[in-house]
């Protein structure tokens, strides 16, 4: 799929992609790669990469029932976290490192960002764009936190710790002196849409953003 397209069903195992997300990430890698996958759930972009493209792929996922299923499908995971594993592994590790709706969760984005960058040469982000205009409207007329994306979490219950914007990430990106080698917004029909230097008009219309990020 492009960033245009549909998507297919399946899960891990099933060799297709079911996340909109997930299948233009998989068409940034290249085929016969390295690539390791930050977050991995159940395990369904690894998989894809390892049947559909010949890519040596890795997983790191801090559930315990998450590894169990990717294991259960043959698929190289183990357990850790963002926060605190990423500094054991080298530079240069890998051709691409994802991290798929995961930065939100973390407790520090920026570092986490910056490891992504240096283990692997290319790393690729995907997160909630928290600058969403229904953000703002829920925000301006209910005066309440909106319930934004397909997790249906509230406030009191969701993971996501540090909310950001396609904006916020972009000058996160800027600061740590990175290249942005391609970047999508994407709607809630999962309609992409490639960002260029005017992001303003994204940052309201795209309910999540894809990042190909390297060093410069």
Known sequence: MNADGG??????????LKRRDLEII?????????????????????DYLVHRKNVD?????????????????????????????????????????????TLQATRNPRDVVSHLVRIGRHAIVSFTNFGHWRVR????????????GDDGYAWHDTPNIHLCTIRDFSLMCED?????????????????????????????RGEEAIFLLTRE
């Open 26 to 46: 998989a068409g940034m890698i290249a085929d016969g790669s390295r690539a390791l996958d930050i977050g991995c759930g159940d395990g369904a972009l690894l």
């Open 176 to 204: 740590l002196g990175l290249t942005v080698q391609r970047a999508l917004s994407l709607s809630r029909s999962g309609v992409g849409r490639e960002l260029n230097s005017a992001r303003a008009a994204a940052n309201l």
């Open 57 to 101: 792929a890795r997983g790191i996922e801090l559930s315990q029932a998450g590894v169990n299923s990717c294991v259960a499908h043959g698929l190289s995971v183990i357990q850790g976290d963002a926060d605190t594993d990423l500094a054991y592994y080298p530079d240069d590790a890998f051709d691409y490192v994802v991290l798929t709706r």
């Open 7 to 16: 998507g297919i069903s399946s899960g891990a195992g099933g060799h297709e």
């Open 137 to 148: 409207l829920k925000l301006l007329t209910d005066g309440r936190m909106p319930v934004l």
